[in-house]
C-alpha cells in the first residue's frame, strides 16, 4: 500500500490524515469546499472522552495543545434532568459527569468547530486539495481505484476512504442498498450569550440540561471558554510555532463569548425547517407557554439570527460487505440525530481506529484485507450502536404522557439514590466500552502539566 485518498474533509476525514501524517503513511484529502474558511459558522461542538482519546491519538503534540488551549468547558455543573418548571428531577454531579478524570485526553471539551477544522488542517499543507467534489471512482485492472472530480480531474489511489458526510455520493456507489431516514422529530436550536444573564439558574448558566415537560423536550448545554484569548496564546506560543499555525488565522474565530446553545425537539412537520428565526421562536415559546418564565425568557431573548431548524434523519443498519479498497468513516456509513450527543465523536472514534489499522498495514503487521476488515466489524459495531441510542433518544423526546410520566419518576429516583445515579450515568458517560485494538493506549504526563497529558 503506498497511497491514500480521503474523500472528505471533516473532523473525521481530517482526524485520520493527522494520524497517517503522525505515522508518515503517504494520503490526500479531497474537500468538496473551495477554501480553507468555507465553513465559518455553527455551534460548538461537545468533544466527549471517545472524541478526547481519539484527537490526542492522532494529533501531533503542539496540535493536541492547542485543541485543549482553545476549547471550553462543557457542564461544569454536571448534567441536570428538570421538568418544565424547573423543578430538579436529577441532578448529575460533576464528578460523576466526568468520572473524576483530571486528563484532557479523557475528558470533555466544548470546540469552536471553526477553530477545530484550522487545528485539523494544520501542518497538512497540498495533501489536501480544496475544490475537489467527488462524482464518481473506477476500479482499475491493477487494483488501484480512480475517483472523479466535477472539476474534471482525477486521482488514483492504492485505498480510498469515504468520508464525506451523511450524503456520501462514495456510499451510494459502493453501498447502494444503504439509506437514511427520517426518524420522527426535528429540532430548533438557538444561543443565548450568558454576558448579562445573571437572572438563570447556575445549572441553567453552567451545566448541560434536558427539560421533561408533558410534551415536547429541550436540552440546553452551556458553553464557558477555558482561557481567555490572551492566555491560550501565551500557552501556546511555542506550540503554535512547532505546529506552523498562524497565530492570527488560529484566533480570528476565537469564541470570546460564553453561551447557552438550547435545542427544543418536537415533532417532524411541525414547521418549515427553513422558516426565518422569528418565526421559530414564536413556534417554541408558544408550545413552552405553561413553563418557568426564565426558560421562556431563554427562548425569548435568543436573537432570532442564532435560531435555525434542522431535519433529523439517521442511517439505517447495513450488513457487513466484502472488505475491499474502499472503506467508509463517520456519517457516511453511520449517520445519526444529535439527540446522542456523539456523532462527531463517533468519527473521530473511527478515525483513530482505522489509522491505528492502516499503521500495522504499512508496518507490515497485518495485510490491507485483514486491518480494514478488523476496523469495519468494529466500527460497525460501535458505529450503529451510536446510532441506535442517538434514534431511541430522539424518539424518548416525543413519548406521550404516559411514557413521560415514567421517564419523569425513573429520573426521580437515580435523584433520591446516590448509588444507582452514579452506576446510571457513570458508565453513560465517562467509561463508554472498548474492548480489542479500538482500546487506546495508556497516556502520560508532558513536561507542562498545564495543557495536557497524551498518548
Known sequence: MTTIAIIGGGNGGLCLAQGLARAGIDFTV????????????????????????????CLPEPLWNAFVATA?????AGFGFLTEKLAPLCLVEPEIFRGGHDDPASGHHAASRVTLRQILLAGLGDRVRFGKEFVDHEQLDDGRVRVNFADGTSAEADFVVAADGANSRLRR?????????????????GKLPLAGADWLPHHLAAGLNVIMPPRDFLFTAAFQRRHTETDARALLAEDIAAAGLDVAELFRHFENTDYMMWAFVLPTGTVDIDSPGTVLRDLVLERARDWDERLRRVLAETAPDTINAFAFRAATKVKPWPTGNITLLGDAIHSMPPTGGVGANTAL???????????????????LREAVAGYEKEMLKHGFAAVDTSVTRARQALSGRIARLG??????????VPPLRRAVFKTRWTEPPRTGSDAPPATSDTDDGRIASRP
Open 349 to 367: 472514534r473511527d478515525a483513530a481506529l482505522l489509522c491505528r489499522a492502516l499503521t500495522d498495514v504499512d508496518r507490515g503487521r497485518s495485510s
Open 30 to 57: 479531497y474537500e468538496r469546499d473551495a477554501t480553507v474558511t468555507s465553513r465559518e459558522q455553527g455551534y460548538r461542538v461537545h468533544i466527549d472522552p471517545n472524541g478526547s482519546a481519539a484527537l490526542a491519538e
Open 407 to 416: 421517564g419523569r419518576t425513573f429520573m426521580r429516583v437515580c435523584g433520591a
Open 72 to 76: 471550553g468547558e462543557a457542564g461544569t
Open 173 to 189: 456507489r459502493v453501498l447502494p442498498a444503504a439509506s437514511r431516514v427520517d426518524v420522527g422529530a426535528m429540532g430548533i436550536g
